[in-house]
């Protein structure tokens, strides 16, 4: 996938927009304003990005709890926020979190606290995509725990004997909730050891959003081939803790050490490095995005609850086209 200097500067710029966006939504919880318990991708930025990037707008996404990014890249920023607070505006008129949003018009798989429950259900889009004949790739997001359970196993194994449009992401941040995945997983260093399924895989610097982009366009570009699903383990780190309800017990200086490789500053150095910015363009820049996020929050605050019948009204009737695969 080729990047022109506009498309790398888009690249930083949903970057900086997760991680702004993911800070506020740490101090409005920390102030009490969101009832949605936050799950932060902070330190992770770049393989939501990165990923999601370098896929087509019609291929489908299934994230995980914590992928945050491919949600703000193609969904309005009021939408996702008022999902966070509940109120009408957000997904589903106030039906669902953000944390469970899907859509299907934007090619978004709805997400569960279920670890690892939502990988077959990406196997499935990707059937369907088989079945109807289009090219379109579904692309699973999920954490080095679901590794640990049988869903994954079971998802691999369909997609790999079925030759199923399929990219498998592990965002591997070595830790699940607060346990190190070395103490879980039966393997040495990389998760993808014992995947087996006789199916591509390979290990990618999930730091380095250019390094997620070129990975990620390759096994999209063989599932579009016809040549299958393709295993990602993006190795990265999240700065905060599990959930914002839970203490801190990790290691102050291997916090430090991942740091020291912010994938938002990576990204930042090397586009200055490389003259296709400079730094007004990158104050400027941050200064939009974080006017456009308080501006989603500010009206969040001041969207109203949907009316309590609505939360009764869980099914509606609906038109399915079987062509492209969308439920009206």
């Known amino acids: 996938m080729e990047l022109t200097d506009e498309r790398r500067t888009e690249v930083y710029e949903s970057l900086l927009l997760t991680r702004r966006f993911e800070e506020a939504v740490l101090e409005a919880y920390e102030s009490g304003g969101v009832p949605e318990l936050p799950h932060l991708s902070i330190g992770q930025e770049a393989v939501g990005v990165g990923a999601t990037y370098a896929l087509e707008e019609d291929d489908w996404i299934a994230p995980s709890l914590r992928t945050r990014a491919p949600i703000l890249m193609r969904v309005p920023l009021e939408e996702v926020v008022a999902g966070m607070y ?181 990204y930042r150095d090397r586009l200055l490095e490389e003259g296709i910015v400079d730094e007004g363009w990158l104050e400027d820049a941050d200064a939009s995005i974080r006017a456009d996020v308080e501006a989603a929050f500010q009206f969040a605050r001041e969207d109203p609850l949907p009316p309590e019948e609505a939360m009764y009204q869980v099914y509606a009737d609906v038109e399915v086209d079987r062509d492209g695969g969308v439920v009206r």
């Open 86 to 266: 509940g109120t009408r505006s957000g997904p589903s008129e106030g039906r669902t979190t953000q944390h469970h949003m899907g859509s299907t018009e934007r090619a978004i798989l709805g997400t569960t606290g279920m670890v690892g429950s939502h990988l077959n259900v990406a196997v499935g889009a990707g059937l369907s995509s088989r079945q109807l004949g289009n090219d379109r790739v579904s692309t699973v997001f999920f954490g080095d725990g679901a590794t640990t359970r049988g869903e994954f196993h079971t998802a691999l194994n369909y997609a790999a004997v079925e030759d199923l449009p399929v990219v498998f992401v592990i965002e591997n941040n070595g830790w699940t909730e607060e346990t190190p995945i070395g103490q879980v997983a039966a393997v040495e260093e990389d998760l993808i050891e014992f995947a087996g399924h006789d199916l591509p895989s390979s290990v990618v610097d999930g730091q380095d959003a250019d390094e997620v982009i070129a990975a990620t366009a390759e096994a999209a570009e063989r599932a579009r081939a016809g040549d299958g699903p393709t295993l990602l383990e993006m190795k990265t780190y999240r700065y905060r803790p599990h959930a914002e309800v839970i203490p801190e017990r990790r290691d102050e200086a291997e916090i430090e050490r991942w740091k020291a490789r912010d994938p938002v500053t990576i």
